[in-house]
């Protein structure tokens, strides 16, 4: 599982001109089984994504293929998760060894 933080960097203001290829982006990471969650962070300073079910790698191609981590509207940053716990709605993520 990861968590891959979308963090507004020096494109910001291009945003309004890649908001739609982003969201089609994000979209087809639903669509694929790969996006359990995305929203924005607090404070508006850029959006997170939760996956699931992709190798790290595969996860890495994805998101570097965002329009807005392309066009350097975002910088991302993921980082791996080993679910131990989860409520009963997310035991498909955990790991069972």
């Given amino acids: 599982m990861f968590i891959t933080f979308l963090t507004f960097a020096e494109?910001?203001?291009r945003a309004?001109?890649?908001i739609a290829a982003h969201n089609e982006w994000i979209a087809r990471g639903f669509a694929d089984g790969a996006f359990l969650c995305a929203g924005t962070l607090d404070g508006a300073?850029?959006?997170a994504i939760l996956a699931h079910g992709e190798t790290r790698e595969d996860h890495d191609r994805r998101i570097a293929a965002d329009p807005f981590v392309i066009h350097?509207?975002?910088t991302a940053e993921t980082h791996s998760i080993d679910p131990k716990r989860t409520s009963d709605a997310l035991s498909f993520v955990r790991q069972t060894e």
């Fill in 11 to 13: 494109n910001r203001s």
């Fill in 16 to 18: 309004a001109d890649f």
């Fill in 45 to 47: 300073s850029g959006g």
């Fill in 72 to 74: 350097g509207i975002v």
